[in-house]
């Protein structure tokens, strides 16, 4: 995937992003690069990342996605992952994954509605 | 083992997208095995943590993707091959946790949670050799 191709969207305050490819390597600099510039700009209340479309999620993945949310964070934006799927579920923790310390909803519904809005 | 061999497929790992190639591969064969949803995500996370392991700690080596049957049952059996420095203290990587070293403990404990069988040869300076079987459920 080429930079900037995750397609990141405003959703009010907030910031939903999609994850469908593999979040490998030079990919997954360049989708933290991109979320953390789009929440520079927008001053976005929260960001979502959806991961229905992940068949898989090793443990590099999640330790992916887990940093991003720490650097949203740091930024001053709380990040909720939804959409885990229920075999992507049982792997990680069966790996001793708990992505602990990220928040989690099960649909962009319940996330959006963990996320509060910027006054 | 007289595991009964139905199909097998050589693969580099090499490169970043050896990786995803060998996962995908993985996944394609424990599918038409008839293993189940989480089992085809336990397996297929497996060859990735254990590709990854492969490319960054061996120094690269290869892998092969086999779909087996052993007293009827079928399962998919993952091998993986390198010439890299091997593991000093296999115990300790074996134990996990995220205190060992960095993604090595996460990447074979973990992987060996995910599957059936669970099998490692190492000689410090030699290389590593890891397989592993996923079996489908009767």
Redesign the interface.
Known sequence: MARGSIPILRVGDNLLVTVQT?L??AVAEAFQEDLLAAIEKTGAAGLLIDVTGL??????VARVLADTAKMARLMGTDTVIVGIR???A??LV????TMSGVRTALNVDDGLAMLPARR | MSDQVLSRDDLPVTT?GD??TV?RRA?AVAQARGLG??A???V??AA??LA?NTLTHGRGGDASVEAVARDGRQGVRLTFRDQGPGIADLSRALA??FSTAR?LG??L???R??VDEFDIDTTPGKGTVVTVIKWARF
């Open positions: 593999d490998h390597d068949d898989i999620v090793d443990s590099y229920p075999e992507v049982a792997t069966r790996m001793g994954y | 970043e990786v995803v996962r996944q949803t989480f085809v995500a336990a297929t996370t990735s943590e990854r996990g946790g993604s996460l990447g404990s973990g992987s949670r995910l």
